[in-house]
């Protein structure tokens, strides 16, 4: 349940930062992943986060750091929030894939 919902709030983020421009080169977006989800008491949840790096070793620049500059702006650079806006749009739809993958299961099963 927990990746199906990440996988949807994945794509609603690089399509809002295809939206705003984010993919020039498109190292940025492709860099996304999906972490394993993890348990902590009752709750389970899984990462989406941006991973490596681009340049040398000397000059590397986090694919993280870019998006965060992009997401926030800097001086001289206006914001282009794709993060922000495309979590906002998924929300709903994170939710839906959730609950179907859990009917699903409640169905295979014969509980409702």
């Known amino acids: ?6 996988k949807v709030l994945k794509t609603k983020i690089q399509e809002k930062g295809r ?3 984010v993919h020039r080169t498109g190292v940025t977006l492709e860099s996304m992943r999906i972490g394993k989800p993890k348990h902590s ?3 389970t949840s899984a990462t989406v986060s941006f991973s490596g790096s681009r340049g040398d070793r000397k000059t590397a620049t986090r694919n993280a750091e ?3 500059i992009n997401n ?3 001086k001289g650079q206006k914001a282009r929030p794709f993060v922000t806006d495309g979590t906002a749009a ?3 739809e994170a939710n839906q894939a959730a609950e179907k993958i859990y009917d699903d299961y409640l169905k295979s099963k014969n509980l409702i």
């Open 66 to 68: 870019v998006a965060m």
């Open 72 to 74: 926030c702006g800097k």
């Open 41 to 43: 008491g009752d709750a």
């Open 90 to 92: 998924a929300e709903g």
């Open 19 to 21: 939206a705003y421009g």
């Open 1 to 6: 349940m927990v990746t199906e919902g990440a």
